[in-house]
């Protein structure tokens, strides 16, 4: 990624001003989730770092979404506060996928920068900057309106290959899979096959044999996703899964889709409330005779989504609810309600909770038969269960001095 223009400061001579003068720079709160802080503060130094958003007097608020060929699309939103109060703007950034940590690293803090110096330039420190333009002698050139790869992108991937010794105990723990994906302004598609395998060995005095258990999940996702407007999507999705640890040999599950956004997908990484309704087939196939007496059943069943999902300055919330039911039994059905929040009450004090309840009532592959302590503490059989809940909650409260300027990485 090439910057035509750069807008930057004598690092030197603002390092300078900042300790004599530590009010005539701007008070900067950086709110990003893939930014590194620690090279930020060592490389933009014409700016105060605070370590609140009531402190500030620029808000940059970051927000990031995957983008067709595996990259990332970055929205940059500098809110002027206090002395800079009414000023406001949105810059958009792109990071190609091969760019390394380090790449996106520079990029990101270059483009910090020009937006900063913005408002810099409106103080006492205006006349300590210069504007230098980079001009690498090429000439522009006109982006292909055709792909050799019809905008299909591949990705392999080994998620995890984990090996835990004990005297008495081994551990391996395997993920790996792959996926193809084409993105287009109407079009979305997705085929990933995924393989998950583990092993654990246990060798106890009682027994003259080791405890042995070995759970596989491997499975295939795949979709179409049509685009009918800012509003409007429909698709159509298949499934394909097994898993001994749920009675599962053979699941296939295909299911057309409708989707609805209140708000235009353009400003989904912000706020949006989605409302999903999908409808299909599914064929079960079971390692074990279930509790229903059956080995093997084809079913009909349908899901309503509601998700609400907002991102802003003042912190973030998720909230929704999900519901199925399978249509041969109208009393088979699951209905799960989830609460993620994070959120800034006032100056310093922080609150993030999350809680999830799920109303089981879908269990259909349940084997036959009691299971035994070896199968519940090593997770081989599924347990009956007429409901799941966790929750969890954080409460922060900072206080003292406000500048958060200093980097120290020792140790």
């Not at 551990?171 to 395998?197: C, H, M, Q």
């Amino acid at each position: 990624m090439l910057f035509t223009g750069l807008v930057s400061g004598q690092a030197q001579e603002t390092k300078t001003v900042m300790a004599m003068l530590p009010g005539e720079a701007p008070f900067v709160y950086i709110d990003c989730r893939r930014c590194d802080f620690d090279y930020i503060r060592t490389e933009l130094t014409f700016v105060n770092y605070v370590r609140d958003p009531e402190l500030a007097d620029i808000h940059v608020f970051v927000t990031d979404e995957r983008t067709a060929g595996g990259g990332r699309e970055y929205q940059f939103s500098f809110i002027g506060r206090r002395a800079f109060a009414g000023t406001k703007y949105t810059l958009n950034h792109h990071i190609d996928h091969n760019a390394t940590s380090e790449e996106s690293r520079v990029l990101l803090t270059e483009f910090l920068k020009l937006g900063l110096a913005s408002f810099a330039l409106q103080t006492p420190m205006a006349t300590r900057f210069k504007i230098q333009y980079e001009d690498n002698g090429e000439e522009q050139i006109t982006q292909e309106k055709t792909d050799p790869w019809n905008y299909w992108v591949f990705q392999a991937y080994l998620g995890s290959v984990e090996l835990d010794l004990e005297s008495n105990k081994s551990e391996f723990d395997s993920r790996w899979g792959f996926f193809a994906d084409r993105v287009t302004e109407k079009w979305k598609f997705r085929i990933r096959p995924y393989f998950n395998l583990d092993r654990v060995k246990i060798e106890t005095t009682d027994r003259d044999e080791p405890v042995i258990s070995k759970q596989h999940r491997h499975g295939l996702d795949t979709y179409a996703i049509k685009s009918l407007g800012d509003h409007w999507s429909a698709g159509i999705f298949g499934t394909y899964y097994t898993t001994n640890g749920r009675n599962l040999k053979h699941q296939v599950i295909g299911s057309p889709g409708i989707e609805y956004s209140i708000f235009p997908y353009q400003i989904s990484t912000r706020k949006s409330v989605k409302f999903t309704y999908m409808a299909g087939y599914a064929y079960h196939k079971y390692y074990e005779e279930t509790i229903y007496g059956k080995t093997k059943e084809n079913l009909f069943n349908h899901q309503f989504e509601g998700v609400v999902n907002i991102q802003q300055p003042w912190g973030s919330v998720e909230m929704g609810l999900e519901a199925s039911q399978y249509l041969h039994d109208l009393e088979r059905r699951r209905i799960e309600f989830f609460g993620m929040t994070s959120v800034r009450l006032f100056e310093g004090f922080s609150l993030r909770f999350l809680a999830v309840y799920d109303v089981v009532r879908d269990q259909l592959s349940l084997p036959k038969g009691e299971a035994t302590l070896e199968e519940v503490l090593l997770r081989q059989r599924e347990m009956a269960t007429d409901f799941n809940f966790s929750t969890s909650i954080a409460i922060t409260y900072t206080f003292g001095s406000k500048f958060t300027n200093i980097v120290n990485t020792r140790f």
